[in-house]
């Protein structure tokens, strides 16, 4: 605001093309506002009040305001908001603005004034006041909701222009303020029961794709860039709040969410408690998993010999899946069995994927391979073809590697077809193919001494009719 000063009094303008049409006079200052043109009248319920008991309002108006709270520098700080000049609090001012934050007459935008004011003193309850009113509108029913959403989150896809408002339309507002006030407000939502959990869980998505972009493929539209806000220390509090605020409801989350967050628990330093719980919720949610979820890159993108995917992580997660599998105790135990099977087949899926990376340690391929108890496998043709990829891949192998490496599998699982591609693979080790080899001639004795009985008893009458 301009300011000019005559004798006594001091005159406030703003500088603008529009000619004011509204006077405020209070004690000694006074300002030269406009009713209209910017969102003074319609964000002052105390303005609109005054307004409707004149007679005229079609003109130019002056209003006296010497007795409202905190005197000119509150109004001052009112008047600021709502022209969107931006309000720096500090220690000279923080009276004022905790008077203005009492001025009932002024309608603040919560979410933009705790984006303004949390770097500044957070006492005489201003930004309380502001979490209760955004808590507020969070669980307002959002037909009763006025919005303007345009999607522009990270990590989410452009949604197609609805009328009506998605009980999401908070998720993007919210994931622009301080971890702390995110977390009063995440928590107070959560605390009402109101809310599905899926919705909390969309939230915390938003605002982790937000601030930590190593979770997400494409960086943010928006994103830090003070040196204070990319820290590592700041992410590890982000991420270990996130992680505490994720409801306990199974699927509140998506498990693709929880692997990219387990992902950088380590370059984080986070704590041992948020790694056990990322763990434990990420294998009680491995079922949900694709491949695609389990193609993270590895963690060390500065090691020359680092491999394209994480199979620590997918073994970690498979092992926390297994302790937690073991405990179930269904009524049904065919879906224990249904459960198993489906997570055999995707990790064998995965180490098809894996076995093609020129860097991926045999050691690990083959713990991943043998992590799985026997009951997931019903046939091993999948587990062989990820076998036979890495033997192909990989030819400077040791004989004892490639034993390392064979020693799961078992060919009384194999298709005809399997079976006979293994018996002629120059890729296998010698004793392997030996065992094959033994198997399919005890399995012929097998039926050549079933045919023999079966003729002699059809001889001596026992299969006649």
């Known amino acids: ?155 989410y896809g452009k949604k197609r222009h609805q009328s009506s408002v998605p009980k999401d339309w908070w998720t993007e507002d919210v994931s622009f303020l301080d971890i702390d006030i995110f977390r009063c407000i995440v928590a107070a939502v959560k605390s009402t029961n109101m809310l599905r959990p899926q919705l909390i869980g969309e939230a915390l998505h938003v605002y982790a794709s937000r601030w930590l972009p190593e979770i997400t493929e494409n960086r943010p539209n928006e994103s830090s860039t003070s040196q204070e806000q990319d820290s590592p220390g700041r992410k590890k509090k982000i991420l270990e709040t996130t992680v505490g605020l994720i409801p306990a409801d199974k699927g509140s989350v998506s498990i693709k969410f929880l692997l990219r967050l387990l992902r950088i628990t380590n370059f984080l330093a986070v704590s041992p408690v948020t790694k056990a719980e990322l763990l434990r919720l990420s294998g009680l949610q491995l079922e949900e998993a694709t491949l695609s979820d389990l193609l993270l890159p590895a963690r060390s993108p500065n090691d020359h010999d680092q491999t394209s995917t994480d199979i620590d992580l997918v073994t970690m997660v498979l092992e926390s899946f297994l302790r937690q599998w073991r405990r179930q105790t269904p009524a049904d135990e065919s879906q224990l069995l249904i459960s198993i099977q489906k997570i055999g087949k995707l990790i064998d899926s995965y180490l098809q994927v894996a076995a093609k990376d020129a860097n991926m340690p045999v050691q690990k391929v083959a713990s991943l391979a043998e992590t799985l108890p026997g009951i997931a496998r019903p046939h091993h043709d999948d587990l062989y073809r990820a076998i036979n990829i890495y033997l192909k891949e990989h030819p400077e192998l040791s004989k004892t590697e490639k034993k390392q490496l064979c020693r799961v599998l078992d060919c009384q699982k194999f298709s005809p077809e399997v079976r006979a591609h293994a018996v002629r693979n120059e890729h296998l080790p010698l004793r392997t193919v030996v065992q094959f080899l033994f198997f399919e001639q005890e399995k012929g004795n097998c039926i050549t001494n079933k045919k023999h009985t079966s003729r002699e008893l059809g001889t001596s009458g026992v299969l006649e009719n």
């Not at 000049?85 to 933009?112: P, Q, W």
Request: proline residues 5%; contains cysteine.
């Open 1 to 155: 605001m301009h300011e000019s000063t005559s004798s006594l009094l001091v005159l406030r303008t703003v500088i603008s093309d529009v000619p004011s049409d509204l006077t405020i006079r209070i004690n000694d200052v006074t300002y030269l506002l406009h009713k209209l043109q910017y969102p003074l009248l319609p964000k002052s319920s105390l303005l609109q009040r005054l307004f409707s008991e004149l007679d005229d309002c079609s003109s130019s108006v002056a209003l006296d305001l010497h007795d409202i709270p905190g005197g000119e520098e509150a109004f001052e700080l009112c008047a600021k908001f709502c022209y969107g000049i931006t309000i720096n609090l500090s220690a000279h001012n923080f009276v004022s603005a905790f008077c203005a934050a009492k001025l009932e007459g002024f309608r603040f935008d919560s979410f933009r004034t705790l984006r303004k004011c949390t770097s500044g003193p957070k006492i005489f309850g201003i930004v309380r006041r502001c979490i209760e009113s955004i808590v507020d509108k969070i669980l307002t029913p959002p037909t009763k909701v006025t919005w303007s959403y345009t999607y522009t989150r990270p990590g």
